[in-house]
């Protein structure tokens, strides 16, 4: 059975970093595709990037509008994927997912972890 | 990349059918067939529902359906039940490697 467990949300000020943890398992982690999702409160699902299967080079893929302040790598080792926020502003206060990507598809989701920015 | 757009609200009354619309452009929907459907309830995590237009992954009743039409696909529930009344969210390859949502859609059981 695949399980993903997202970790780390909590209350930070704006500009501040935060980095959150997915500990995967139940599948193939290290050829698996993996992105990061969230949801505003009250609002629609948004698509963060993707991080591909070492089987196919391991490159990470972002929606335009992270613009550089967040960074998806991963750890074989222990099965984990990250997702690095810096410059935090209070539009990014969500509830932040992942998933595991099969067929074109978000797959399998987590219960999410809540990030809050606030002064 | 721009969400794929979908109507608000759409309702039904039990046993009925209903269909909620997603619209795209040739770079994502028209161009390739990676579109998919997640049902979300309240404080819950979205549930794929649909992956590649038209497949169910396992344990999705066969009441849920998928297709597309041009730049624009479709997700019809048949038979609608109380469980059906949540929010729907399309979602498209676009090229690349990048991936689109639609606006979501509340489906409401009358």
């Known amino acids: 059975e695949v399980q993903l467990v997202e970790s780390g949300g909590r209350l930070v000020k704006p500009e501040e970093s935060l980095r959150l943890s997915c500990a995967a398992s139940g599948f193939a982690f290290s050829t698996a595709w993996m992105s990061w999702v969230r949801q505003a409160p009250g609002k629609g699902l948004e698509w963060l990037g993707l991080i591909r299967g070492k089987a196919d080079g391991g490159t990470t893929h972002y929606a335009a509008f992270v613009k550089g302040r967040f960074t998806i790598s991963s750890d074989d080792s222990d099965n984990t994927m990250y997702l690095q926020m810096n410059s935090l502003k209070t539009e990014d206060t969500a509830v932040y997912y992942c998933?595991?990507?099969?067929?074109?598809?978000?797959?399998?989701w987590g219960r999410g972890t809540l990030v809050t920015v606030s002064s | 990349q721009s969400a794929l757009t979908q109507p608000p609200s759409a309702s039904g009354s039990p046993g009925q059918s209903v269909s909620i619309s997603c619209t795209g452009t040739s770079s994502d929907i028209g161009g390739n067939n990676y579109v998919s459907w997640y049902q979300q309830h309240p404080g819950k995590a979205p549930k794929l529902m649909i992956y590649e237009v038209t497949k169910r992954p396992s344990g999705v009743p066969d009441r849920f359906s998928g297709s597309k039409s041009g730049n624009t696909a479709s997700l019809t529930v048949s038979g609608l039940q109380a469980e059906d009344e949540a929010d729907y969210y399309c979602s498209s390859y676009a090229g690349s490697n990048i991936y689109v949502f639609g606006t979501g859609t509340k489906v409401t059981v009358v």
């Open positions: 998933t595991w990507n099969y067929a074109g598809a978000f797959d399998s």
